[in-house]
């Protein structure tokens, strides 16, 4: 099987989509394959998320010395996935790109990034890899809602968030 990669406008977030072999049973598709995946990864941990419908989950990040690239692959359902350039010192510093993900297509997000996404669907399982181990003292969010972002969020202006997403800081005011 192959894989396309295709950078964003943001070219260290890259598309990935896996080739489907499809019949009237439905579809198959490998998703990863460490050999083809030169330069993202390793993966050390690999996390799965089940959300329902209107869930905003995000923005996320860990600072270093533990932060953490993603690749992103929802596994069921549909998601409006976002990637957010942190890196103080990028040329895309504070812009945002911003993609749908389903099926054998998956995101790769580097360190460097927050990343939160919307679920547009009940039941929505999200497949995240990830090339460092989570670390609560290290986790970070942005406020999902942040003006400076301009983030055109899909659905209601009244997303399911949680408690910690909802209180988190806005871009200028990171430390």
Known sequence: MSFKFTPTEIPEVVLVEATE??????FFSEIYRESE???????????????NATVLRGLHYQVEPMGVGKLVTCLSGTIFDVAVDIRKDSPTYGKHITRELSGSKSLWIP?????GFYAFYDNTVVLYRQTQYYSKEHDRSIYWKDPALDILWPGSNRP????KDSRAPLLKDLK
């Open 37 to 51: 995946f030169l330069g993202i990864g390793p993966f050390v941990q690999q996390n799965v998320s089940i959300s």
């Open 21 to 26: 072999l499809r019949d009237d049973r439905g």
């Open 111 to 115: 360190s460097g990034f927050a990343h």
């Open 160 to 163: 399911i968030v949680s408690e």
